[in-house]
């Protein structure tokens, strides 16, 4: 199974483990489901500590799961907000994953969000370093599942060269000949070329 290394990968991981773990009848360790076996008056003592064990065994298997399918960059992330061999427990290490990495994803969002719009293409040296920008934030928006759609893009695109490029803002254009984003990011890359 594909290990956690980042933020974004949170969501797609969340749902792998959750497939792994089930498929083992272990998820019910990482929801709490399952009661530390307790004494009971008149319980044979060997069954007792038979039931302990298979506890404690399970217990550890979903630890091992969970913990061989993390990636050490991101256990130094757990380290540093409180989650330590003292607290090892497969129900805390999944809600501090999710109430940090659910966090980090949303402030990735906002960012992103904020630079797409906030795009000036006038602090640009040229057209290409402008167009590596765009792309490079497109990345961005799909590996966080932003749903950024291609006619927004296309929009802010267009937009952003209305003035400064008014000869290439005309051709895409004119008579409402503007297809698409592909179409359009097609154009400005071999405009760069072209300005190299």
Avoid: G
Wanted: with cysteine; proline share 2%.
């Amino acid at each position: 199974m594909k290990p956690l290394q980042k933020e974004t990968d949170f969501t797609n991981w969340k749902r792998r483990i959750y497939k792994q773990l089930e498929t083992f009848d272990l998820w019910k360790y990482i929801e709490s489901t399952v009661p530390i076996p307790i004494s009971q008056e008149n319980e044979d003592q060997d069954d007792f500590a038979e039931s302990f064990r298979t506890y404690k065994i399970k217990k550890s298997q979903t630890m091992y799961l969970l913990e061989n399918t993390i990636h050490n960059d991101v256990f130094s992330t757990l380290w540093s907000h409180s989650y330590n061999l003292k607290n090892r427990n497969p129900k805390i290490l999944i809600d501090t994953l999710s109430e940090i990495l659910t966090k980090t994803t949303t402030c990735s969002i906002q960012t992103i969000k904020q630079k797409f719009f906030t795009l000036n293409i006038n602090k640009f040296d040229n057209f290409r370093y402008y167009l590596n920008q765009t792309t490079y934030l497109k990345k961005r928006a799909n590996n966080v599942n932003l749903n950024i759609i291609d006619k927004l893009i296309q929009i802010i695109l267009l937009e952003k060269i209305q003035k400064t490029y008014i000869q290439l803002y005309f051709n895409l254009t004119y008579e409402s000949q503007t297809t698409d984003y592909i179409t359009i990011f097609k154009t400005f890359q071999s405009f760069a070329n072209n300005k190299v």
